[in-house]
């Protein structure tokens, strides 16, 4: 009986995880590039599963045929959408470089060089978003010059 | 002695899995970004998407590409609601939310891909 007391007691002096001051701890929380690179790979994951329902969804006049297609995809290929559609393509480079530097960490004793792993994957991403950039402005480009 | 009493998944399995699917992903959307975009134009008309679907293997790579999508997102998604211990009440109830959500959409996007006719003319079955 005793000792069980003595145990309990015990436990009241870790410190736990508040679930109520969750956000605050988080915010407290000293953060290196591991944490950034978690933190980033949940909001770019959510922003990516949001949009395949979109995706579905805009492509979902391809049963009405032709006519009511291409008026949809019209609608896309405003300024606005091709800059919105631009830095979805930075979400999905950042989730999929950092997502094989989880492989490599995971699988391939990554975890003793995550950090370059990780500025690595921010510089290959980089130079891709500006050749996407530069694909997918290049009338625009052509204009300019 | 403390003992997690929600379910005896360890969640090992889905771990490998959401990392497979991941690699597979990254290996389809690398297809899908010099398919669809290699010029601004490209495959965005109603004729192009014709024109692609006549190809069978196109139309599966489609359908496992959506099916591998949902899978790894609605996954994904689980995990986080993972990292806040839930009762299980809620814990059921955003499963089934999930799984409704990835099942509804891959079959909306299945009877999409399957709308597309074949073509006569083409014989690239």
Do not use: C
């Not at chain 1, 969750?22 to 933190?39: M, P, Q, T, V």
């Not at chain 1, 978003?129 to 290049?138: E, K, P, Q, T, V």
């Not at chain 2, 495959?43 to 692609?52: E, I, K, N, S």
């Not at chain 2, 190809?55 to 993972?82: Q, V």
């Amino acid at each position: 009986m005793e000792k069980d007391t003595v145990k309990e007691n015990t436990y009241h002096n870790i410190k736990t995880f508040d679930q109520k001051g969750w956000i605050r701890e988080n915010l407290d929380y000293k953060k290196d590039s591991g944490s950034w690179a978690w933190i980033f790979h949940r909001i770019t994951g959510i922003a990516l599963i949001a949009y395949l329902f979109l995706h579905v969804y805009s492509l979902s006049p391809l049963t009405q045929g032709e006519v009511a297609f291409n008026n949809k995809m019209q609608s896309f290929s405003s300024p606005f959408f091709m800059l919105v559609e631009w830095f979805l393509f930075a979400f999905v480079l950042f989730h999929s470089l950092n997502g094989i530097r989880i492989v490599i960490v995971d699988w391939a004793d990554g975890a003793k060089y995550h950090k370059q792993l990780y500025t690595l994957s921010w510089i290959i991403g980089i130079i891709l978003f500006l050749a996407m950039g530069a694909i997918m402005f290049s009338h625009e480009i052509k204009n300019l010059f | 002695m403390y003992k997690y009493k929600a379910s005896k998944e360890t969640g090992s399995k889905s771990w490998v899995l959401q990392r497979i699917t991941g690699l597979a992903l990254v290996v389809l959307m690398i297809g899908h970004y010099i398919l669809m975009h290699y010029q601004p134009e490209s495959g965005h008309t109603y004729q192009a998407v014709l024109t692609r679907m006549q190809f069978s293997w196109y139309r599966i790579i489609d359908l496992t590409f959506i099916t591998l999508g949902m899978y790894h997102g609605l996954n994904g998604i689980w995990n986080i609601f993972r990292d806040y211990k839930l009762k299980p009440w809620a814990k059921i109830s955003v499963q089934s939310a999930l799984i409704i959500l990835g099942i509804a959409f891959t079959v909306w996007g299945f009877n999409i891909i399957f709308s597309i006719p074949y073509v006569g003319g083409f014989s690239a079955k």
